[in-house]
C-alpha cells in the first residue's frame, strides 16, 4: 500500500505567524496523535516548529507515539554565517531525535552562492545519521533549485542519490514536472499534496479537484514515480475553521479520497 503521511503543518494555525508572528506552534501535536492514527494516516511530517520548539514533554510525546515521525519538515537556512549553521544543527538534532528517515530542506535564492549552497549542503548530509536521505523541496519563489538544471547541478556534487532526494507539488505545472523528472527524476521519491491557491490563499477539499489529482497522478506515474505522499495543506486554513480538530477531521476526509487515487 502506498504510504500517505500527514503534514503537521496542515493543522497547525500559525504555520505563517498569522497567529503570533514568532510562528510559535499553538497545536498540541501529541494530543491528536491517536485520532490521526485512527484516521488511517502512515505516518507523519513533522514540522519543524512541532519537535524544535515543544515545550515541556511534548516533543517527547509526539516522537514515543504511536505513529513514526517519517519526514522532519526542516526549514534549516543554507545561507552562510554562525545563525545560518546554527539552524542547520538545529535541524539535524531534531531529525536524529525524531528518528526519521528523510529530512525536507531547501537551499536558498541567491544564484551568486550555488557553489556556497553545495558545500554546505554536502557538509550537513554528512553530519546526518547514514540512514537518513536530505529531501529536497525546491520550492519556488525561495529556492535556486525552483530551476531543475541548478537543482540537478547542486544534487550532483552534493550527495548519492541514497542521500539526496526531492519531492515535487500537485500544483507544479506539467512542464515543470516533466522538467524536474528530466533533470533529476532517480531521486523524486515523494509528492507534496498542496492545491493551494496563492492569489486567494485557499486550499479546496480533494474530493473537489479529485480530477485534477487523478491527472497528477497519471502524470508522474507515467514518468517513473512510486514513491510516498503528504497531506501539506488541507481546507479551512485562514477560515474560521483554523483550528487543529477541525483540520484533522479535513484531513481525514481527504486521505480518504487520496487513497482511492493512489490506488488508481
Request: aromatic share 6%; net charge negative.
Given at each position: 500500500?502506498?504510504?500517505?503521511?500527514?503534514?503537521?503543518?496542515?493543522?497547525?494555525?500559525?504555520?505563517?505567524?498569522?497567529?503570533?508572528?514568532?510562528?510559535?506552534?499553538?497545536?498540541?501535536?501529541?494530543?491528536?496523535?491517536?485520532?490521526?492514527?485512527?484516521?488511517?494516516?502512515?505516518?507523519?511530517?513533522?514540522?519543524?516548529?512541532?519537535?524544535?520548539?515543544?515545550?515541556?514533554?511534548?516533543?517527547?510525546?509526539?516522537?514515543?507515539?504511536?505513529?513514526?515521525?517519517?519526514?522532519?519538515?526542516?526549514?534549516?537556512?543554507?545561507?552562510?554565517?554562525?545563525?545560518?549553521?546554527?539552524?542547520?544543527?538545529?535541524?539535524?538534532?531534531?531529525?536524529?531525535?525524531?528518528?526519521?528517515?528523510?529530512?525536507?530542506?531547501?537551499?536558498?535564492?541567491?544564484?551568486?552562492d550555488e557553489d556556497g549552497y553545495v558545500e554546505r549542503l554536502s557538509q550537513?548530509?554528512?553530519?546526518?545519521?547514514?540512514?537518513?536521505?536530505?529531501?529536497?523541496?525546491?520550492?519556488?519563489?525561495?529556492?535556486?533549485?525552483?530551476?531543475?538544471?541548478?537543482?540537478?547541478?547542486?544534487?550532483?556534487?552534493?550527495?548519492?542519490?541514497?542521500?539526496?532526494?526531492?519531492?515535487?507539488?500537485?500544483?507544479?505545472?506539467?512542464?515543470?514536472?516533466?522538467?524536474?523528472?528530466?533533470?533529476?527524476?532517480?531521486?523524486?521519491?515523494?509528492?507534496?499534496?498542496?492545491?493551494?491557491?496563492?492569489?486567494?490563499?485557499?486550499?479546496?477539499?480533494?474530493?473537489?479537484?479529485?480530477?485534477?489529482?487523478?491527472?497528477?497522478?497519471d502524470l508522474v506515474g507515467g514518468l517513473g514515480f512510486a514513491g510516498s505522499?503528504?497531506?501539506?495543506?488541507?481546507?479551512?486554513?485562514?477560515?474560521?475553521?483554523?483550528?487543529?480538530?477541525?483540520?484533522?477531521?479535513?484531513?481525514a476526509q481527504d486521505l480518504s479520497t487520496l487513497r482511492a487515487v493512489v490506488?488508481?
Amino acid at each position: 500500500m502506498t504510504e500517505i503521511l500527514l503534514g503537521t503543518v496542515a493543522i497547525e494555525p500559525n504555520r505563517w505567524g498569522t497567529v503570533s508572528r514568532d510562528r510559535a506552534p499553538v497545536t498540541l501535536v501529541s494530543a491528536l496523535l491517536d485520532s490521526i492514527d485512527a484516521a488511517g494516516f502512515d505516518g507523519l511530517e513533522l514540522w519543524d516548529g512541532h519537535l524544535l520548539r515543544a515545550s515541556g514533554d511534548e516533543g517527547e510525546r509526539i516522537v514515543s507515539g504511536p505513529l513514526p515521525v517519517t519526514i522532519f519538515n526542516s526549514y534549516a537556512d543554507f545561507g552562510p554565517g554562525e545563525e545560518a549553521q546554527r539552524s542547520r544543527d538545529d535541524a539535524a538534532s531534531g531529525v536524529r531525535r525524531a528518528d526519521s528517515r528523510a529530512v525536507k530542506f531547501n537551499v536558498g535564492n541567491d544564484p551568486a552562492d550555488e557553489d556556497g549552497y553545495v558545500e554546505r549542503l554536502s557538509q550537513w548530509i554528512d553530519e546526518l545519521p547514514s540512514n537518513v536521505a536530505a529531501m529536497c523541496e525546491c520550492h519556488q519563489g525561495i529556492s535556486v533549485a525552483e530551476d531543475p538544471a541548478v537543482a540537478a547541478r547542486i544534487f550532483d556534487r552534493a550527495g548519492p542519490v541514497e542521500r539526496l532526494r526531492a519531492l515535487v507539488h500537485t500544483h507544479d505545472a506539467p512542464d515543470l514536472l516533466r522538467a524536474k523528472f528530466d533533470a533529476y527524476g532517480d531521486r523524486i521519491t515523494h509528492v507534496h499534496v498542496n492545491f493551494l491557491d496563492f492569489d486567494a490563499m485557499t486550499h479546496p477539499r480533494l474530493c473537489d479537484v479529485v480530477d485534477e489529482l487523478r491527472a497528477f497522478r497519471d502524470l508522474v506515474g507515467g514518468l517513473g514515480f512510486a514513491g510516498s505522499w503528504t497531506l501539506e495543506f488541507v481546507a479551512g486554513l485562514l477560515t474560521d475553521r483554523d483550528e487543529p480538530a477541525l483540520l484533522l477531521d479535513q484531513a481525514a476526509q481527504d486521505l480518504s479520497t487520496l487513497r482511492a487515487v493512489v490506488a488508481g
